[in-house]
């Protein structure tokens, strides 16, 4: 079975530009996550999707949004992007519907490594 | 505010143990996890205490005190390919899941 995907792997943006990434999670997971990890850091935690409803949210300002999709695949938007938006971009999937229940079970994919320039 | 501390480096030697603690601060906990991530990688899930006491899965196991907002990771009989970094994480009625900044784990031979 597929893990996890996301795409693209790398992505190069200029300050004030938008960006779009995706996720597709392990078949069966209805529930998807996306963190942020800057080199050197731990991932911080953005949002949380379950059957296309949003059930967690991180300290993450609105330029930051996110929708799933009926097939529970994701994407994770970020407007006006700022230098401080370069890091890694991470998603997990779970089968599990609580963010709580997320600390025992979700499955990272290989994430999309952001540069804004 | 919501925080997890861990050392941010560790050295150990092939085929010793070595533990790797964390102390958090979090409101409505719900338990400890700990992830590993090789560098260039994912995370991947190690293990999960929501009880006070030790959990053993192989060659890795790990503790929680709730009493002492403290818990650690233990990996035995250790291996070059053990190294990596090592994350706690929690989660947070305000920040949701948070993890901590990571522990980085060098084995020498």
């Known amino acids: 079975d597929a893990g996890v995907t996301q795409s693209p792997t790398h992505l190069i943006k200029t300050r004030g530009q938008h960006v779009t990434l995706r996720c597709s999670p392990i078949s069966g997971h209805k529930s998807v996550s996306w963190y942020q990890q800057v080199l050197g850091q731990g991932p911080q935690f953005i949002f949380q999707y379950y059957e296309k409803e949003e059930r967690g949210r991180g300290n993450f300002p609105d330029r930051f949004s996110a929708r799933q999709f009926p097939n529970y695949s994701s994407e994770l938007n970020v407007n006006a992007l700022l230098l401080g938006d370069s890091a890694l971009y991470l998603c997990?999937?779970?089968?599990?519907?609580?963010?709580?229940?997320?600390?025992?079970?979700?499955?990272f994919g290989p994430g999309t490594r952001l540069t804004v320039t | 505010g919501q925080s997890l501390e861990q050392p941010s480096e560790v050295t150990a030697v092939e085929g010793a143990i070595v533990q790797i603690n964390c102390t958090y601060q979090t409101s409505g906990f719900y338990g400890l996890s700990w992830y590993q991530q090789h560098d260039g990688g994912a995370p991947t899930f190690l293990s999960y205490?929501?009880?006070?006491g030790l959990e053993e899965t192989g060659r890795f196991s790990s503790f929680l005190s709730r009493s002492d907002s403290y818990g650690y990771l233990l990996l035995q009989e250790l291996q070059m390919k053990d190294s990596a970094s090592y994350f706690c994480?929690?989660?947070?009625?305000?920040?949701?899941?948070?993890f901590g900044s990571g522990t980085r784990l060098s084995i020498r031979p």
């Open positions: 997990a999937s779970s089968p599990h519907p609580d963010t709580g229940n997320l600390l025992y079970e979700q499955y």
């Open positions: 994480a929690s989660y947070s009625s305000a920040s949701k899941i948070i």
């Open positions: 205490n929501a009880l006070d």
